[in-house]
């Protein structure tokens, strides 16, 4: 079963515009949330996480929005750079329970940025 | 800090051996994943190891197997190797179990 989704398998965006990708979880257990940038044979290097008691967190040209109640987030990167271009894969984790210390993760979305 | 690090980067068996797998967690990081990632299933997860205990597995068969050492490293085993077990190994380190999972370079197994 598939608990974290990417449903856009690619995403195209211009050079300096805004690159959004969308992530969905359906376990409500589910407390913190990251990123991560990854390139072919190679392991995925973290961009930025969340917390579910945020609902938005910041770092640099990189912010991760939270909606609970949605069960969705997304992660906005502004502006984009063709060195961003890259497999960007969604993960999830529980801070309790049978779950504790697994990370779920999404499909993965490739992102073009192009000039 | 040094980073993650995984021995060797790059493996070729052949099917029904055995392969042992090596990751070196960051200085003070007590918690250490493992995940197989394959083109047709994304990223699965192994196993979970903290203090040397397992505390979490994912649904691999019985020849995938692991251990944690005192000083936090951690080696995965497969034994009776499968074409289908040809995939990149991820390993992540983390201070404590659910927070700051940062992963290493991989390990590419191939088996022929």
């Known amino acids: 079963d598939q608990q974290v989704k990417q449903n856009s398998p690619s995403l195209s965006v211009q050079e300096g515009r805004i690159s959004i990708l969308n992530c969905d979880y359906t376990?409500?257990?589910?407390?913190?949330f990251l990123w991560y940038k990854k390139y072919p044979a190679e392991g995925p290097t973290f961009l930025i996480s969340i917390s579910s008691i945020k609902d938005k967190n910041e770092d640099g040209r990189f912010t991760v929005f939270l909606n609970k109640s949605a069960k969705h987030l997304s992660l906005h990167i502004v502006p984009s750079q063709p060195g961003d271009s890259a497999v960007y894969f969604c993960?999830?984790?529980?801070?309790?329970?049978?779950?504790?210390?697994?990370?779920?993760f999404g499909r993965g979305t490739q992102l073009t940025v192009w000039p | 800090k040094a980073g993650v690090t995984q021995t060797p980067r790059y493996l070729i068996k052949t099917r029904g051996q055995q392969v042992t797998l090596s990751c070196s967690p960051i200085?003070?990081?007590?918690?250490v994943s493992w995940y197989q990632q394959t083109p047709g299933q994304g990223l699965q997860f192994l196993f979970e190891?903290?203090?040397?205990?397992?505390?979490n597995k994912g649904n691999f068969p019985g020849r995938f197997s692991g251990r944690q050492f005192s000083n936090s490293r951690s080696e995965m085993n497969v034994s009776t190797l499968e074409l289908g077990d040809s995939a990149l190994y991820l390993c992540a380190s983390s201070p404590s179990p659910g927070q700051g999972f940062l992963f290493g370079p991989g390990t590419r197994l191939t088996v022929t």
């Open positions: 376990n409500s257990m589910f407390d913190y």
């Open positions: 200085s003070g990081h007590r918690s």
């Open positions: 993960a999830a984790s529980s801070g309790r329970g049978s779950t504790l210390g697994r990370l779920y």
């Open positions: 190891y903290f203090s040397e205990t397992q505390r």
